[in-house]
Nanobody, 130 residues
Framework: QVHLVESGGGLVQTGGSLRLSCAAS?????????MGWFRQAPGKEREGVSC????????VYADSVKGRFTISRDNAKNTVYLQMSSLKPDDTAVYYCATDLEYGPECRVWWTSGAGMDYWGKGTPVTVST
């Protein structure tokens, strides 16, 4: 069993910054699992934002956030972060973190769909005002 809790969301103006955190716990969780960030805006499908390998050595981003978002992890704290800068109204969404317990240490080729993720947090909302 894995429990994921996101935090750090809120209201920010266009061009501002936020840092999201995802704390993992539970007897099943291991630092050998990749972690991903996803988001879903009202009326839109879920979108993969970023994924990070177990070691943190490999990271991938959606084209829409490259150069603005940075994913990182601190395995000693069982925590994954998403540093967001230059935020736009289009970034408004509920942000979720998730983890894949079965594939391996790397992110799946189709990680963006979220289909391979086994556990999800409840999400933290981010609103970027005009």
């Amino acid at each position: 069993q894995v429990h994921l809790v996101e935090s750090g969301g809120g209201l920010v103006q266009t061009g501002g910054s936020l840092r999201l955190s995802c704390a993992a716990s539970g007897p099943t969780f291991r630092s050998s699992y990749p972690m991903g960030w996803f988001r879903q805006a009202p009326g839109k499908e879920r979108e993969g934002v970023s994924c990070i390998s177990s070691s943190g050595g490999n990271v991938v981003y959606a084209d829409s956030v490259k150069g603005r978002f940075t994913i990182s992890r601190d395995n000693a704290k069982n925590t994954v972060y998403l540093q967001m800068s230059s935020l736009k109204p289009d970034d408004t969404a509920v942000y979720y973190c998730a983890t894949d317990l079965e594939y391996g240490p790397e992110c799946r080729v189709w990680w963006t769909s979220g289909a391979g993720m086994d556990y999800w947090g409840k999400g933290t909302p981010v609103t970027v005002s005009t």
